[in-house]
Nanobody
């Protein structure tokens, strides 16, 4: 069984910073893409950033220059450093990981439980 556990959310003032972490555990053969998504009340879940096992990154336009995604492959952990936070960044942030359970399995996307980020004005 695979679990993704997130941490690092909280309440911060506009202009402040937070760092989210997400660690995958369980019977993992390999992890390709890891990423962060967010969902604000009344909105659909949207992509924030992704990173491959080779450290290729992709960012949504609304976070470019403010957020940085990184990962520690040995620890099966992905991070999201969020700087210059704005009230519109308020949402539940979810991590995801495309995980293979063995060399014979295709990758399955797993999700964390979500962590709340609230930015006050």
């Amino acid at each position: 069984q695979v679990q993704l556990v997130e941490s690092g959310g909280g309440l911060v003032q506009a202009g402040g910073s937070l760092r989210l972490s997400c660690t995958a555990s369980g019977s993992i053969f390999s992890i390709n893409v890891m990423g962060w998504y967010r969902q604000a009340p009344g909105n659909q879940r949207e992509l924030v950033a992704t990173i491959t096992s080779g450290d290729s990154t992709n960012y949504a336009d609304f976070v470019k220059g403010r957020f940085t995604i990184s990962r520690d492959n040995a620890a099966n952990t992905v991070y999201l450093q969020m700087n210059s936070l704005k009230p519109e960044d308020t949402a539940v942030y979810y991590c995801s990981a495309d995980i293979k359970l063995s060399r014979w399995h295709g990758a399955i996307k797993y999700w964390g439980q979500g962590t709340q980020v609230t930015v006050s004005s």
